[in-house]
């Protein structure tokens, strides 16, 4: 079994930390493009669905630096606003928007919607691909709220507003293990993290240096 580094599809440190975590990655061995010293690829997330955004940044990312690369692609789907932002997400503002402003839009569009009424759930969808080879794949979600107003400073994205199920604070109001515990991407790292750990993939986590 060959040891290797990850590059992950993302320009995101805040989620290089998360998913390193998550992993129990040796350090090192989790990197963003930045730590690959490259202008990286730029693939345009044309997919339907979080699961082909995820192949397609994946592939990608794989291709442009030889590595193994892990995408994820994640969003927000709003039961009231019939699921949107949903693959959106990123963007509900416009391209380029950042997460204070998407937040603003989606509070905006939910002003006035009662608590009963503002269901929500994350969903994470992961891909590890070498090349155009998929190596594993997973899709989880965790269920909540929208609250009112952001709470918190922890975390990133949609994080001030999202209170999941039998919580009462938002996930940037929770410590990273209490989210790493119930969250989407949580859910999906565990299970890749168990398949590294039981040599059922062709890769184990490891810094050899470029």
């Known amino acids: 079994m060959a040891h290797t580094r990850i590059l992950?599809?993302?320009?995101?440190?805040?989620?290089?930390?998360?998913?390193?975590?998550?992993?129990?990655?040796?350090?090192?061995?989790?990197?963003?493009?930045?730590?690959w010293n490259d202008e990286p690829p730029h693939p345009i997330e044309s997919g339907f669905t979080y699961e082909e955004n995820a192949l397609i940044k994946a592939r990608a990312f794989s291709r442009w630096s030889g590595l193994v690369a892990l995408a994820d692609d994640s969003g927000i789907e709003v039961d009231a606003l019939d699921g949107a932002p949903g693959v959106q997400s990123a963007n509900?503002?416009?391209?380029?928007?950042?997460?204070?402003?998407?937040?603003?839009?989606?509070?905006?569009?939910?002003?006035?919607?009662?608590?009963?009424?503002?269901?929500?759930?994350?969903?994470?969808?992961?891909?590890?691909?070498s090349?155009?080879?998929?190596?594993?794949?997973?899709?989880?979600?965790?269920?909540?709220?929208?609250?009112?107003?952001?709470?918190?400073?922890?975390?990133?994205?949609?994080?001030p507003v999202f209170i999941p199920a039998g919580e009462s604070a938002t996930f940037a109001a929770m410590s990273p293990a209490d989210k790493d515990r119930i969250s989407h991407r949580g859910k999906a790292l565990r299970r890749l993290a168990a398949a590294l750990a039981a040599g059922e993939l062709p890769i184990a986590l490891g810094d050899q240096g470029r």
């Not at 997973?138 to 975390?155: N, Q, V």
């Open 8 to 35: 992950l599809a993302t320009h995101n440190a805040h989620k290089r930390d998360e998913i390193a975590r998550l992993l129990h990655a040796p350090r090192g061995s989790v990197l963003i493009p930045r730590d």
């Open 92 to 129: 509900f503002a416009g391209p380029g928007a950042d997460a204070a402003e998407n937040i603003a839009k989606l509070l905006a569009a939910l002003r006035g919607v009662p608590a009963e009424r503002r269901q929500a759930r994350f969903v994470c969808a992961l891909a590890l691909c």
């Open 131 to 159: 090349g155009e080879r998929i190596l594993f794949s997973a899709r989880e979600t965790c269920a909540g709220l929208i609250s009112e107003t952001p709470a918190g400073t922890a975390g990133f994205g949609y994080d």
